[in-house]
């Protein structure tokens, strides 16, 4: 079990009991606007996702003394590497009965740390280990397995409408639809006025509409189902981002990504642009 760059192992820890795999908990959502129509909206969310482990922590040495002074010493370690004030971090877990066999991915995790600790001698202890995954999928890693893997594909908007294949080779890794982060930046003298990126291969699309003159800039969030934009000379998304959603019609679904084939996202409504999909593979 690595978590945060740490192979846990080397501090002496041992999984007595992995966490079953389970698919992610889908759930339906319905809220009321309150309106005097009844009129209501409807959505869905999963489940955070839990990796509830048995630990055993054993200290190494040649006698009682060494034995003992060496897991005070790996607990300590522990607890700095498992400190819940930290965040979300990457885990790599260990699962029992899995089906999906496959390396290279992850998950984002929470945790509350070690718990629950029995004593079996003075130099072993028992525990429980937790992990919370707000995002309860599995994200593509690098080659290395040691980050989340950010892909990127981008293209110089040259015609209207223009297709765009992602990836540019090969197809989107992943069992689960991703959500990609579009980012256009128009580099027209004219203003664009009505802008669609849509998802042919899942028959997506979302309209954009405004006023979106040379240099300046949009991003759309499809996690977040957000819209940013930038001011010419703008650069930084989170401190100068300025909300746009006023700009998109009604009931347009942010397009996601379809896995385990190569899609087609198409621009429209651009002269000239600089367009940009960032997307991390998903997983059941």
């Not at 522990?78 to 877990?93: A, D, V, Y």
């Not at 496959?102 to 029995?118: A, F, H, I, K, P």
């Not at 930038?230 to 746009?244: C, F, H, I, R, S």
Request: glycine residues 10%; contains cysteine; hydrophobic residues 40%.
């Amino acid at each position: 079990m690595i978590f945060d760059g740490t192979d846990l192992t080397t501090l002496g820890l041992t999984v007595l009991k992995s966490p079953q795999t389970l698919l992610p908990v889908f759930r339906l959502n319905i809220e009321g606007f309150g309106g005097a129509d009844g009129a209501g909206t409807q959505g869905a969310f999963y489940d955070p996702r839990e990796f509830d482990y048995r630990v055993l922590i054993e200290g190494a040495g040649a006698n009682y003394t060494a034995k003992r002074l060496a897991l005070v010493e790996q607990l300590d370690a522990l607890k700095t590497i498992l400190n819940p004030k930290l965040g979300n971090r990457l885990l790599q877990p260990i699962m029992e009965g899995a089906l999906d066999v496959e390396v290279n991915r992850g998950y984002m995790v929470r945790t509350s740390g070690l718990s629950d600790g029995q004593y079996l001698n003075p130099w072993t202890i028992e525990c429980q280990l937790q992990f919370v995954a707000p995002i309860p999928f599995g994200l593509e890693l690098n080659a290395g397995e040691t980050a989340v893997n950010w892909n990127n594909v981008s293209a110089t908007i040259s015609t209207d409408p223009q297709d765009i294949t992602v990836p540019a080779s090969g197809v989107v890794l992943g069992t689960h639809q991703s959500p990609p982060i579009f980012r256009i930046k128009n580099t027209d003298s004219g203003a664009i006025t009505s802008l669609t990126i849509t998802n042919t291969t899942r028959n997506e699309g979302i309209t954009w509409t405004g006023s979106l003159a040379q240099n300046e800039q949009l991003r759309f969030n499809t996690e977040n189902q957000h819209i940013l934009r930038l001011d010419a000379g703008e650069t930084d998304w989170e401190t100068q981002g300025a909300n746009a959603m006023i700009g998109v019609i009604t009931g347009d679904p942010f397009p996601f990504l379809e896995p385990g084939v190569a899609n087609t996202i198409r621009v429209q409504g651009v002269v000239a642009a600089t367009f940009d999909i960032d997307w991390v593979g998903r997983f059941l």
